[in-house]
């Protein structure tokens, strides 16, 4: 047995705090050489048994070499609106990292004040009223304009679900598939051919439809981006 009397203290807590880890030169000599390394690449793993002290180990080396370093920059995560899954990476000035968080959070908040506002302004449902309602006339003009030369050639367009079809119409009336056979045969070919070229046109008129609301889409986004540049704030960098 040990006799407390000669361990010199009444207490632990009279003790410095132990530096470094019991019989770990070796360790603690290859960390030193690792965070000596300056070139990239190089990486530290520490492993060993729980509750050895490595972890209190290597925070207090890496704090003490730190010491006599100088600060490194700051490194921040923004998002990437062009790629979301790769955020931009930015280094700023020691220090301004905390900065940056705080004035997004500003932002951010002032952001959701100032777009609702924007967006729900006579101006703009004015502007967008006028996307639409262009859209609205040169789609029609579209539609007439095909109407009228299937008009040209006897049929008619119809129009079921949103999807327009053409029907043979001598004399403004669909002809039924009974009337239709009942005709001669060089009068059926040639209503047949005239429907395939008007079928052709038809397509070519459901191409220009669709590139008038690509069109309509872009405007509306590119109002929607304009409106929202000019509600969104500028915040300066601080000094």
């Given at each position: ?26 360790a603690l000599g290859a960390t030193t050489f690792g965070i000596q390394m300056k070139h990239a690449g190089y ?197």
């Amino acid at each position: 047995m040990c006799d407390p009397a000669t361990l010199g203290f009444v207490s632990t807590a009279e003790l410095p705090p132990l530096d470094g880890m019991i019989g770990q030169d070796r360790a603690l000599g290859a960390t030193t050489f690792g965070i000596q390394m300056k070139h990239a690449g190089y990486n530290l793993f520490v492993l060993g048994p729980t509750a050895t002290g490595r972890t209190t180990t290597m925070r207090r080396v890496l704090a003490q070499t730190a010491q006599d370093e100088p600060t490194p920059p700051d490194h921040c995560y923004v998002h990437n609106f062009s790629d979301p899954y790769r955020p931009t990476a930015l280094e700023l000035p020691a220090g301004r990292g905390r900065d940056l968080q705080q004035e997004m959070v500003r932002f951010v908040e002032e952001c959701r004040v100032r777009l609702p506002r924007a967006f729900e302004s006579e101006e703009f449902e004015r502007q967008k009223s006028q996307i639409l309602d262009n859209l609205a006339h040169r789609h029609q003009e579209e539609i007439t304009r095909f109407e009228e030369a299937a008009r040209t050639q006897g049929f008619i367009v119809l129009q079921s679900h949103g999807r327009l079809a053409v029907a043979p119409a001598p004399r403004g009336k669909t002809l039924s598939p009974e009337e239709f056979n009942a005709l001669p045969k060089s009068v059926r070919d040639e209503i047949e051919a005239r429907g395939h070229a008007l079928e052709e046109r038809l397509e070519a008129t459901l191409r220009q439809l669709r590139q008038l609301e690509r069109e309509a889409r872009q405007a509306h986004e590119q109002l929607v981006s304009t409106v929202a540049a000019a509600a969104t704030p500028v915040f300066l960098p601080t000094s």
